[in-house]
């Protein structure tokens, strides 16, 4: 292995394959969060200023979102173990880590849709019931539909917060550019790693933005 | 009809509506009108739903509003298009789209032959047919409720409600309009409610208007009738006609042109002029249209000795007059 990180091509090697993992970690979380749209939609109907007003459902929910949220990541990594072992079979491992970062995803994705789909014009909401519209149909061709440059932002947020996280994934031999990161550029003293490293990450989250930003223009 | 009988409505402490009864025929141009706060737009959003009320009855067709009653109230809200002041069109869709939307939510479909022409033919009765793919953040404040108008009679609707739909337009365009909702309300035979604090709304198209003040209704009535010679302190306010400066010599007599007596059709006042040989200085009037028949009053300041003359003259003319200081 040390020899590998003197030569170029070793580098090379390691860098593409810690890209593979991150890439790996960070999208499949990303996809699996979906699973934060039922709270984000529970939460927008129960809102003060939603379809359903719903006082205790709004703030017990709020409450657990915001439980997770305040771990920190490190912490979650740890606390997940047994139930990722459950879930994938084994605690260790780049598929390992996309549970502990699915589940800091899920809140995250709960609170930026929420706000993304309560920021929908109320006016826009009154004029679909005075049409005679369900809640549901509310929900699929208003709220979504109005919020979608909004819910794309929000999916960018999301992306790039896992990216960083997914650099503490390492602790549970998670792998990826922040790993590679920490342990060859920082513990080893490896400026050079730490210096690509750095620049792959500005790179990748430079390009996450931009199609985002793209994205938002195009659809709004 | 839309039948409203004392009908009552609290936000907690607060009345907003206190036992409200009006009668709404089928056909008319109808007008709410009244300061913000009077509880107008409340009253509006009681007739279809959008807001429960806790006292009285609201029938629609003979249907009572009740809210609980989802299926009933979907089915009434199906027959009353609404435009709103902020015009509150889907910023991502089209205009079109935009128009289609509540057939959607019907289950009708969109993309036939049939639902394309209706949807088009809409969008050309308000006269943005060049529009038809533009975004609403393309268009003008009117054209932005031209669309709005269009989406809000795509169900074929019998009932049109207006909540301050020309409040944020400027004058020209609130002409523009209301005179598109005009020509729906004689073409479709609509029953178009408008509810509005704007005095040039009432008088160019609403056939009644009810004046709201603080949840009641203070008077209901012909435009004409109710803001020519108005006998509650607070229109007269409203209209803001209390500030007159008058001559404190003579007497001060207003005469009112509001479609009673001759002076409906003939020139009462030079007549008088000529017939009484007397005197007089006009000090003050105001000749207003409404539905394109001009009403109106004038202010007179004569002499003592010719008072009996005259207002015995304009009583048998049958024209409205008042002594005022």
Redesign the interface.
């Known amino acids: 292995m040390l020899l590998a990180i003197s030569s170029t091509t070793g580098m090379q090697q390691i860098m593409l394959e810690a890209l593979k993992q991150t890439v790996y970690m960070v999208f499949l979380a990303t996809i699996l969060s979906v699973i934060g749209l039922i709270p984000a939609v529970i939460l927008t109907l129960t809102a003060p200023d939603g379809l359903r007003p719903h006082k205790i459902i709004y703030e017990i929910l709020s409450f657990i979102v915001n439980v997770f949220r305040s771990f920190p990541f490190i912490i979650l990594l740890v606390i997940l173990i047994p139930f990722t072992r459950l879930l994938v079979g084994k605690a260790i491992g780049t598929t390992a880590s996309i549970v502990p970062l699915t589940v800091s995803a899920i809140p995250f994705i709960a609170r930026v849709f929420e706000s993304a789909l309560r920021e929908t014009?109320p006016?826009?909401i009154?004029?679909?019931?005075?049409?005679?519209?369900?809640d549901f149909?509310i929900i699929v061709?208003?709220y979504f539909?109005?919020s979608?440059?909004r819910l794309i932002n929000g999916i960018v947020l999301l992306i790039i917060s896992l990216i960083g996280y997914s650099a503490m994934a390492g602790t549970v031999g998670g792998g990826g550019i922040g790993d590679i990161a920490i342990r060859y550029g920082y513990q080893q003293y490896n400026t050079e790693y730490l210096i690509v490293c750095s620049v792959i990450l500005i790179i990748f989250v430079q390009l996450i933005q931009m199609i985002g930003n793209g994205l938002y223009k195009k659809?709004? | 009809m839309i039948k409203i009988e004392n009908v009552k409505k609290s936000f907690g402490e607060l009345e907003v509506l206190k036992e409200i009864s009006l009668t709404i025929n089928d056909g008319e141009i109808y007008g709410i009108i009244g300061r913000s706060g009077a509880g107008k737009s409340t009253l509006l959003r009681c007739i279809n739903g959008l807001e429960d009320y806790n006292g009285g009855t609201i029938t629609v067709d003979d249907q009572l509003v009740n809210v609980k009653d989802k299926k009933s109230i979907k089915e009434i809200r199906r027959n009353m298009g609404m435009i709103f002041q902020g015009f509150n069109l889907l910023e991502r869709l089209t205009v079109y789209e935009n128009v289609a939307l509540p057939l959607r939510f019907w289950g009708l479909k969109t993309n036939t032959p049939e639902a394309k022409e209706k949807i088009l033919n809409l969008i050309r009765l308000v006269g943005l047919e060049e529009k038809a793919n533009a975004k609403p953040r393309e268009l003008s404040g009117g054209q932005k409720q031209r669309v709005a108008i269009a989406r809000s009679l795509v169900l074929d609707p019998q009932y049109l409600l207006c909540d301050e739909a020309t409040s944020a337009l400027d004058p020209e365009i609130t002409k523009e309009i209301l005179s598109i909702i005009q020509r729906i309300n004689k073409k479709l035979g609509l029953t178009v409610v408008i509810v509005t604090h704007q005095m040039e709304v009432v008088k160019q198209v609403c056939e009644r208007v009810a004046y709201l003040s603080n949840g009641q209704m203070l008077v209901e009535g012909k435009p004409e009738e109710v803001f020519i010679k108005p006998a509650e302190q607070e229109i007269k306010s409203f209209l803001k006609e209390d500030s007159t400066k008058l001559p404190e010599e003579g007497v001060n007599v207003q005469v009112f042109f509001n479609g009673k007596g001759s002076s409906a059709t003939e020139p009462v006042i030079s007549k008088m002029a000529r017939e009484l040989e007397v005197d007089f200085n006009i000090i003050w009037g105001k000749l207003e249209d409404f539905r394109h028949n001009v009403y109106g009053s004038l202010v007179m300041n004569i002499a003592e000795k010719d008072k009996d003359a005259i207002l015995t003259y304009l009583t048998d003319k049958n024209v409205d007059w008042e002594v005022i200081s």
Request: aromatic content about 4%; overall charge positive; hydrophobic content about 40%.
């Open positions: 014009n006016g826009v009154e004029a679909a019931r005075s049409f005679g519209a369900s149909q061709r208003v539909k109005e979608v440059p659809l709004s």
